[in-house]
């Protein structure tokens, strides 16, 4: 694994040597794992944090380099570990931040545009910061398990006690097609309209659902469901659901999880607890407890990471 790594650092130096007339050779000032971190990345990241009173420059550099270092280790790590993002889920962060500045997303490309910025980077800084955030509560998912005694002193403590009150549920079956390298979303979505086509023409939803749906839990009760709450489906989930007529098939949409097609098959009233303020309550003690935990999954990560730097010593 070293020599690997040696002769990448190895075969990237001799790449750049036909170019040393014409400009000065980046320089690789760390290895870590089977990537670098080149001298251009140092400098822009030195140029982006002010040095504190009385730290020395090479102690800057030593400190900035080190969080760059960790960066790339969670970086390889979040690659590696074959997490996802949706383009769904990206669309809906970027929903969220227009509408946290009370703009349209329309107004916020043009707000980019005359910013400089270009809107794919964006999304694709975006992009990483989901993946990221993914990869943190997968790995700290045994760390960050919520109990109901938690949700009721939370509750409990914000003023928000959840009573308990009539709520409309839900009885639905879905068809689910996960997306990703042997399945595009494209393919997904025409797989869908098929198999909405076939249904409406009589065939069994059940049936289609058992041989076709990615969710094998419902998949062997025929894409049932089962009677779902306000609150514990997905947003894209409920919205297409509660807008669904009974017995009629839904159009393919696509949620963080695939894309989907579902029958409504009832509706009732239910007398039971606020399932949206709890499952509310459990994603904000979660969110704490990972932002806990996240600095210990850093350093960890470093821990685990293969390193070598190589900045000049120090005159």
């Known amino acids: 694994m070293k020599i690997t790594r ?59 380099l080190e969080k760059l270092i960790s960066n790339k280790a969670q970086k390889l790590a979040v690659k590696k570990s074959g997490v996802k993002v949706t383009e769904a889920e990206i669309d809906e962060a970027v929903a969220m931040i227009a509408a946290q500045n009370k703009i349209t997303v329309t107004f916020l490309k043009e707000v980019l545009q005359k910013q400089g910025q270009d809107y794919g980077a964006f999304r694709k800084s975006i992009s990483e910061q989901l993946l990221q955030r993914n990869f943190q509560r997968k790995m700290l998912s045994s760390l960050v398990q919520v109990t109901d005694s938690e949700i009721d002193d939370y509750l409990a403590l914000h003023g928000s006690a959840a009573k308990s009150r009539a709520v409309t549920q839900t009885h639905a079956r879905h068809i689910l097609l996960r997306t990703g390298e042997t399945r595009s979303n494209k393919a997904a979505k025409m797989a869908l309209q098929e198999f909405r086509s076939r249904i409406n023409g009589g065939e069994s939803f059940k049936d289609l659902a058992r041989a076709y749906s990615d969710d094998t839990a419902s998949a062997l009760n025929g894409g049932d469901l089962g009677w779902l709450s306000p609150g514990v489906a997905t947003p894209q989930f409920q919205s297409v659901m509660d807008r669904s007529s009974v017995n009629a098939v839904s159009q393919p949409f696509q949620s963080p999880f695939g894309w989907h097609i579902l029958k409504v098959l009832e509706r009732r009233k239910h007398q039971g607890a606020d399932t949206a303020a709890r499952n509310a309550a459990r994603e904000k003690i979660q969110q704490r407890k990972i932002e806990e935990n996240v600095a210990l999954l850093v350093r960890r990560l470093r821990q685990q990471a293969y390193v070598e730097k190589h900045l000049d010593p120090a005159e």
């Open 6 to 64: 040696i002769l990448i650092v190895a075969v990237m130096v001799m790449m750049s040597l036909p170019l040393q007339a014409a400009r000065p050779i980046d320089e690789i000032v760390a290895v870590v794992d089977d990537d670098v971190i080149l001298r251009s990345e140092l400098n822009r990241a030195l140029r982006g944090t002010p040095r504190p009173a009385g730290v020395s420059k090479r102690m800057h550099e030593e400190q900035v």
